[in-house]
């Protein structure tokens, strides 16, 4: 064989080896630092972004905590509502006291009829004493013939009859 | 007044009934006998001035009555009626 020959059987195996052991390199090389990084960083972008799609679950858990505020602040209103309670409470006395009140006018009404019971009773207006009919008759006293003494009280409480007479 | 002996019984038991000499003259006895001999069963008596004013009593055979209560029910008038008018005025008299 020619010394040319040589050469270029020499370079294509060069070349071939060079082939082969950057395939190799390529295939089985996971050990190498240089490349893992570039293999991996989609992986950890990956759990950045992990991270970022939790955010919105923690944003999610926020809003819930914010929705649960609403519920404390219904809360809230609940505490305002039993004030009125206890202001109705305070009014019911408030209430009690006109029923207090009129309560004590009740003694002012009995006064009255205190009033009423320890005054005299009221006198109905006496008619006149006269000869008409409705007067009142006019009081007497008279001697019987028997000697009895008559007034017309004698005959109160029945009605009499006077009968005006002559023996002749 | 004779005519009363037998209607005044029907109604003795609920009015009084009293008889007034209106004559000054006609005392105590002279009414006494008078009762005695017609036989009134009712109270006789002599009427004194001031009762014949107060009544205005002017004649004889007269009446006026009186309620229970001590009111003037009809004033004087003449006592010259039948047995039924007298029989009205003692029953008006006791519902009085």
């Known amino acids: 064989m020619s010394r040319f020959a040589k050469r270029l059987r020499f370079r294509a195996l060069a070349l071939g080896l060079a082939l082969a052991a950057s395939f190799l390199v390529a295939c089985g090389g996971d050990d190498a630092g ?32 914010a929705t649960e ?59 006149e004493v006269g000869h008409e009919t409705g007067q009142r008759a006019p009081n007497f006293m008279l001697t019987t013939s028997d000697g009895e003494q008559l007034t017309l009280d004698s005959f109160q409480g029945r009605p009499v009859l006077l009968y005006f007479f002559t023996t002749w | 007044m004779r005519q009363l002996k037998d209607i005044y019984p029907e109604h003795a038991d609920q009015v009084d009934f009293l008889a007034v000499g209106v004559d000054p003259n006609e005392g105590a006895p002279v009414i006494r006998s008078y009762k005695s001999s017609e036989g009134f069963s009712w109270p006789m008596t002599v009427a004194d001035r001031d009762m014949l004013e107060d009544y205005r009593v002017t004649r004889q055979a007269t009446f006026a009555t009186i309620d229970a209560d001590g009111i003037i029910a009809s004033s004087i008038a003449s006592g010259s009626m039948s047995d039924d008018g007298w029989r009205e005025i003692f029953e008006s008299l006791r519902d009085s």
Request: charged share 10%; proline share 23%; net charge negative.
């Open chain 1, 34 to 65: 240089t490349e893992a990084p570039t293999t991996h960083s989609p992986t950890e972008g990956a759990v950045t972004t992990s991270p970022a799609t939790r955010q919105p679950t923690q944003e999610a858990a926020t809003p819930t905590s």
């Open chain 1, 69 to 127: 505020q609403p519920t404390e602040a219904v809360a809230p209103t609940s505490p305002p509502t039993q004030p009125p309670t206890q202001e109705a409470a305070t009014a019911a006395p408030a209430t009690q006291q006109p029923t207090e009140e009129a309560a004590t006018p009740t003694p002012a009404t009995q006064q009255p009829t205190e009033e009423i019971a320890t005054a005299p009773p009221p006198t109905q207006p006496q008619p």
